[in-house]
């Protein structure tokens, strides 16, 4: 199984909610990572997961909170987002090897649209 | 501060080799470049990895020359599948510690 599977695929929030992302992964990676993804712009790195302990947030906002309950699963945690979070979120997985990061498999992401 | 840049678009028609070069300035010493291609509403896929000289796989070659401020990807025979975007994915040396950084990305597109 080579699949990074994230729920939902849509997702439409006003600035008030609280919701979550969800991205599972069965293929043993100890490396799972958070993406956003505007339009027409590369992947951004929001977070990584290294054995399952946050081990970089590259400085985004705490209106996102991730979540890494357990070697298969990672959540993304929304509370009081803004219009300008609208993007497409998207959860990778690898292996992990002394700290270098190898073939990351993308899961097809979360369009998120917050009204 | 280190960038990582890729031409915005090429053309090619089917059969033809392209290559998509991407400039990183200023990357970490021991990790990989890595190469994705990503369709409209979907996720990247992964294509290729390396860390220096030359890496060939059944669907591409990288080529790294050896001060690694730049990689190339080859594509040997596209077809109009292969039309998308490529990205390049090193992990740079910034001011505030090292950061996996896409490139700006390559829109490819393949005509008959």
């Known amino acids: 199984d080579t699949e990074v599977t994230q729920t939902p695929k849509h997702l439409v929030m006003g600035m008030t909610n609280k919701k979550s992302l969800k991205c599972e992964q069965h293929?043993?990676?100890?490396?799972m990572y958070w993406y956003k993804q505007k339009a027409k712009k590369p992947p951004e790195l929001m977070f990584v997961y290294s054995y399952e302990k946050l081990s970089i947030n590259e400085s985004v906002p705490s209106r996102f909170s991730p979540e890494c309950p357990n070697s298969s699963l990672l959540n993304l945690h929304l509370h009081a987002l803004q219009p300008e979070d609208s993007a497409l979120y998207l959860c990778?997985?690898?292996?992990?090897?002394?700290?270098?990061?190898?073939?990351?498999?993308f899961g097809p992401g979360t369009r998120l649209t917050v009204t | 501060l280190a960038k990582t840049t890729q031409p915005i678009s090429m053309d090619s028609y089917e059969g033809q080799e392209v290559n998509i070069t991407c400039s990183h300035n200023n990357i970490a010493t021991n990790d990989y470049i890595t190469w994705y291609q990503q369709f409209p509403s979907q996720g990247p896929r992964f294509i290729i990895q390396?860390?220096?000289t030359k890496v060939t796989n059944e669907v591409a070659s990288l080529f790294i020359p050896a001060d690694r401020k730049s990689s190339t990807l080859s594509l040997p025979r596209v077809s109009l599948s292969d039309t998308a975007v490529y990205y390049c994915?090193?992990?740079?040396?910034?001011?505030?510690?090292?950061?996996?950084?896409f490139g700006t990305g390559t829109q490819l597109k393949v005509e008959l």
């Open positions: 990778a997985s690898s292996q992990l090897h002394g700290g270098a990061f190898y073939e990351q498999y």
């Open positions: 994915l090193v992990d740079a040396v910034t001011g505030g510690g090292n950061k996996l950084t």
């Open positions: 293929m043993g990676h100890r490396a």
């Open positions: 390396g860390y220096k």
